[in-house]
């Protein structure tokens, strides 16, 4: 940072000499602010598992075609195998002067074994390099998810089973609906993320094609073997144009896309915690594993955890924009905005990671209240539709004259301030001189849920099959 900015009229100072790795047409090295605006090695680092990957890939096939002679391909994956070690142990040298992971990588690997590093690049560029790395990376940053969304998926379904039959209010607008249970409540968000794992396999089978071979946009003269790069790769195919193999990042933006869902199912969870959490509400307990206090007011229990998760969902959202607008303008094939590409991406899959593992140990944690529940559950008249139901099924009444009446029950009720189940038949009959104490019998949240046993319904034992069916289907 020495070096100052050259203003307009200034000459150049000598500079640093020019790069060992594309240097040949240059005189000098670049500026301060040119080398720092273009060094990735800070976060690409985290490519270098996939780089050496592709790297003995790479030199298998140029030793089988040969291209490569088998004493410098040796050299070359001994090499290798020895910058892994390095980079594993904390003993490698990063250097901000070699860019990238690729030229930090190609670099060591000359001063441990000399001239031949050098021919690890033929018919290679940095361009179907770095797409090909990404993507593995990519790759298994979906498998890790997949997993750890299907431990999320289990901790539900393990809550659902405890609570099949506990009953909670289902809202609408956030006003008490109808009766629901809270298992049924849960096995709802087991479904979100259900579609969540099948995006991200949409996903990964559609980037699982190696861009290697691509060179730097146009292919090369070189007699390479894609299929076989690919196939040591875990490639299904390799990718069917040179120009699009090195300039796609779809597979990126679909992960990011994929990202934001998570975080946004994750996020009506954690809004949900928060709301549940609430005082007026009281509907679940989270232990001291998953609150924090307030540093002024003693009696506070605070979900921070959930709220943190709601936040984060925010960054996911800000990801997939970011690199929506990175290359939303970009002509074929690549632009240096493509190594802008890997920060969002980076902090999207960590970012998912730790809310994915919050949300799993908050499910875990959480006791829910069951007769707070129930006591909100019974109220606000939520068993309105069973006393309209009943009419239509019993009086054989039109629906929208059920409801009507219903409607007028329900003002009825409210004006002598008691629940419809504590309405006096007399009182009913008087609306409808047909109704009999039978009505009762449907006018409890119990008799409510026990009702709903359509499919995909709320019953106690819909709910039970459901849980066991979502095992299956899930675990
Ligand atoms: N660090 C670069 C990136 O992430 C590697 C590719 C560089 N290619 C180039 N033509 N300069 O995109």
């Known amino acids: ?78 090499g290798l195998a020895q910058i892994r070690e390095e980079i594993e142990a904390g003993r490698f040298p990063f250097r901000a002067e070699h860019e990238d992971i690729h030229l930090n990588i190609e670099a060591r690997l000359a001063e441990l074994i000399g001239p031949a590093a050098g021919r690890l690049h033929t018919a290679r560029s940095r361009n179907d390099q770095v797409a090909t790395d ?21 901790a539900l379904i393990a809550q659902a089973e405890r609570h099949a039959g506990t009953i909670m209010p289902g809202f609408t607008h956030l006003q008490v609906a109808q009766p629901v249970t809270f298992g049924h409540h849960l096995l709802a968000y087991v479904e979100m993320l259900g579609r969540d794992r099948s995006r991200l396999a949409d996903c990964r089978a559609r980037l699982n094609e190696s861009p290697l071979g691509a060179a730097a946009l146009a292919g090369t003269s070189f007699p390479v073997d894609r299929a076989m790069t690919a196939a040591a790769l875990g490639f299904d195919r390799p990718a069917a144009n040179s120009l699009d193999a090195v300039s796609d990042r779809d597979f990126a933006l679909e992960f990011l896309a994929a990202a934001a869902i998570i975080g946004l199912h994750l996020s009506r969870f954690a809004e949900e915690v928060v709301i549940w959490t609430s005082e007026p509400f009281r509907f679940i307990r989270l232990s001291d594993a998953f609150t924090t206090g307030s540093s002024i007011m003693p009696q506070k229990r ?43 991406v980076f902090d999207a899959a960590d970012t998912l990671e730790l809310a994915l593992a919050a949300t799993a140990g908050m499910v875990g944690d959480l006791v829910p209240d069951a007769a707070a529940m129930r006591r909100v559950a019974a109220s606000g008249f939520s068993t309105a539709t069973d006393l309209a139901d009943w009419l239509v099924r019993v009086l054989g009444l039109p629906f929208r004259e ?34 009999a104490a039978a009505i009762f019998d449907v006018l409890t949240v119990e008799k409510s849920v026990a009702s709903r046993v359509s499919f995909g319904g709320t019953a106690p034992a819909n709910v039970a099959a459901a849980a066991a069916e979502a095992r299956r289907r899930f675990l």
């Not at 984060?312 to 990801?319: D, P, Y």
């Not at 629940?419 to 006096?424: N, Q, S, T, Y």
């Not at 009913?428 to 001189?433: G, I």
């Open 1 to 78: 940072m020495s070096r100052k900015l050259r203003g307009a009229g200034e000459t150049a100072a000598p500079g640093p000499a020019a790069n060992a790795a594309w240097g040949g047409r240059f005189a000098g090295g670049p500026a301060e602010i040119m080398q720092r605006i273009n060094v990735s090695i800070d976060f690409d680092k985290r490519l270098y598992a996939q780089d050496i990957a592709g790297s003995l890939a790479h030199c298998a096939m140029l030793v089988r075609q040969q291209i490569l002679s088998t004493a410098d391909g040796e050299a070359i994956a001994r």
């Open 134 to 154: 990404f993507r593995l990376w990519v790759r298994d940053a979906i498998d890790r998810l997949e997993r750890q969304i299907q431990g999320l998926q289990a």
């Open 302 to 344: 605070n979900p921070d955890a959930a709220e943190l998760v709601r936040a984060k969902s925010g960054r996911l959202l800000g990801a997939l924009t970011t690199l929506l607008a990175v290359m939303k303008g970009l002509p074929l094939a690549y632009s240096k905005d493509m190594q802008e590409d890997k920060a969002p």
């Open 402 to 435: 059920a409801h009507h009446l219903t409607g007028a029950l329900v003002a009825r009720a409210e004006a002598l301030g008691v629940d419809l189940a504590a309405l006096p038949l007399g009182e009913m009959q008087k609306l409808e001189p047909r109704i």
